[in-house]
């Protein structure tokens, strides 16, 4: 018998120091998860998560992935409008093979960072978050000062975004939930409904990104500690694993209880980076679109909605009202939701067969729910300055998209390139998005509105609506965006389906010189831009009140468990 190697005995010991982190989702049809979510009342919040493994069960078969503190998702941050958040990273992973792998592929599986998807900051510095790297063994924080004037209720998410490991644990479940409470750019019937927090995430297992080749299986003689070589040696499915496991807040198909004739803000974020799905509302209910990307619909909200696409990156505000009875929701295929040529031109990034996402079982409950429950009407939502893209284009710049070379401009992503393009602050800036049919496109720090053609189904895209992550279904797109970071910030653009933007699909906007785009706090009303001292006062105190109504919390400089969240009748 040949005696084991120090890397391999530390890899066993390793894997045996592991298995106390086990994630139990191997049965459909739980409750629906409340997420453990974190918030405090003063000017930051400050958290603290680990980076471990874990022993993922899920029907049938197992896996081991990467976590924030041992699950998926991680936990639920709960901010508003100025305040600082600040995220310290304690990263437990093996140093066992880390430094393998080449720029422009996967490399580098255990080293992290961290990137606040949807937040909008007082400045932004992209080309520093992708220098900031958490090595095996080492902390580091990651801080962001969110905009005085954030439109809320704002909705991100957080993820890693080291170059070349973003996909492999974004892909395993390292994500988790950013809500920004305040005074809501909602009327009061909207901003009081019950929300329902969903992190759908897809685990993929087969096509260009297969999951099961980036973590240990009960295929591998020592699992545990994640080395390089599980991306040559670990077969291309676990046993008995289907083409993707769809998870609910870490669960599959679990069961969301509400009450007969009570809408319900269903609150959605597609986690993965790989697959696409559409989904139509549950029969015997009805839904309206609130908000995309954080963002509520205008020119009027809520508006009509009759297939929902999700695609890597993106979050809907959806609101949802059932009929008595059990209601399942699934997903549909592309041709399903009148996408008629994804099949042949795009089909391994579409769940192509029907899945359950959840069963939402519905009681009657009786007496009638309050008004503000039961009727909705609509309302032209406010818009903090930074939203307000009506004045004239003061700069237009193209953006191609080099979809199968995985370059922008025609370069590769390079820790040392220079930017995309300049563009001038306060101004409004329209980019010429070229080739970048079908990929999920983000923008750091600030969102975009489409301008046009985005050929979506339904009425989820339209000219007007404002994203930070957009899935573009043309060639060839036009988007505008109010440039309000001062000179010298840096903007990351990339595509969301994350392998590309590992591969090299990502670029950075530098901001020169130019005119303040408005007054600090300043919010805009039907696209203007001007407000006076008192509606700014009026708003302050509106977000103290609202921090105390949304949940509640001890007085610290510490992070708390939050001890009540809205989330209606999910008990």
């Known amino acids: 018998m040949a005696p084991l190697r120090l890397e391999t005995l530390l890899a066993l010991l390793a894997a045996a120091a592991d298995a106390k982190n086990v994630i139990d989702a191997s049965v459909p049809g739980r409750p629906l998860r409340r997420l453990r979510a974190l918030g405090s009342p003063t000017s930051s919040l400050n958290v603290t998560l680990t980076v471990d493994v874990a022993e993922l069960r899920l029907p049938g078969f197992r896996l081991w992935t990467r976590t924030y503190d041992g699950d998926v998702p991680g936990p639920t941050l709960r901010t508003r409008p100025d305040q600082a958040l600040h995220v310290t990273l304690d990263n437990q992973l093996s140093s066992i093979d880390n430094d393998k792998g080449r720029h422009g592929n996967f490399k580098e599986l255990n080293t992290t960072s961290l990137h606040f998807h949807g937040i909008v900051p007082k400045s932004l510095d992209g080309r520093a978050l992708m220098a900031q790297r958490i090595e095996p063994g080492a902390r580091g924080t990651f801080s962001v000062a969110l905009a005085a004037d954030h439109a809320t209720p704002g909705f991100g998410f957080f993820h890693p975004h080291w170059h070349g490991s973003s996909t492999v644990q974004t892909a395993g479940g390292m994500s988790g939930l950013i809500f920004v409470d305040g005074a809501d750019d909602l009327r009061d019937n909207f901003s009081t409904m019950p929300e329902v927090p969903l992190h759908v995430l897809f685990l993929p297992f087969e096509a260009e990104l297969d999951v099961a080749r980036m973590q240990w299986t009960d295929d591998d003689a020592a699992p545990g500690p994640f080395r390089w070589r599980f991306n040559r040696d670990v077969s291309a499915r676990v046993e008995g694993a289907p083409r993707s496991t769809l998870l609910v807040n870490g669960r599959p198909e679990p069961v969301i209880r509400l009450d007969a004739g009570r809408w319900y803000r269903f609150r959605v974020l597609c986690a993965g980076t790989f697959y696409r799905f559409f989904a139509g509302p549950p029969r015997g209910c009805e839904w309206r679109l609130l908000a995309k990307d954080g963002v509520p619909v205008g020119p009027r909200a809520p508006r009509a909605l009759g297939t929902l696409p999700l695609y890597p990156g993106s979050r809907a505000d959806v609101l949802v009202r059932c009929e008595p009875g059990r209601r399942p929701w699934s997903t549909m295929s592309a041709a399903a939701a009148g996408v008629a040529d994804v099949e042949d031109a795009d089909v391994e990034h579409y769940v192509r067969d029907p899945g359950l996402i959840a069963t939402l079982v519905v009681r009657d409950a009786g007496p009638p729910a309050p008004r503000e429950l039961t009727e909705l009407g609509t309302f032209a939502p406010r818009r903090p300055c930074y939203l307000n893209a009506d004045a004239p284009v003061g700069a237009r710049r193209t953006l191609a998209l080099g979809a199968h070379a995985n370059t922008m401009n025609g370069a590769a992503f390079a820790p040392t390139a220079g930017p995309l393009a300049d563009v001038p602050r306060g101004a409004v800036v329209q980019y010429d998005m070229e080739g970048a049919a079908r990929h999920p496109v983000h923008w750091h720090g600030l969102p975009v509105r489409l301008v046009g053609p985005a050929a979506a189904p339904g009425a989820y ?68 831009c001007a407000v006076g001292a008192l509606l700014v006062a009026a708003a302050v105190v509106l977000v103290a009140y609202a921090s105390v109504r949304n949940y509640v919390v001890a007085v610290s400089k510490e992070p708390r468990l939050l001890a009540e969240y809205r989330l209606g009748p999910l008990q």
């Open 461 to 528: 895209l339209q000219a007007g609506d404002w994203h930070d992550t957009l899935m573009v279904y043309r060639a060839n797109v036009t988007v505008v965006q109010r440039v309000v970071f001062p000179a010298g910030a840096t903007m990351l653009v990339h595509c969301h389906t994350l392998q590309h933007a590992d591969y090299g699909l990502m670029g950075y906007l530098r901001v020169g010189a130019g005119a303040a785009p408005c007054a600090a706090g300043a919010r805009a009303s039907d696209g203007s």
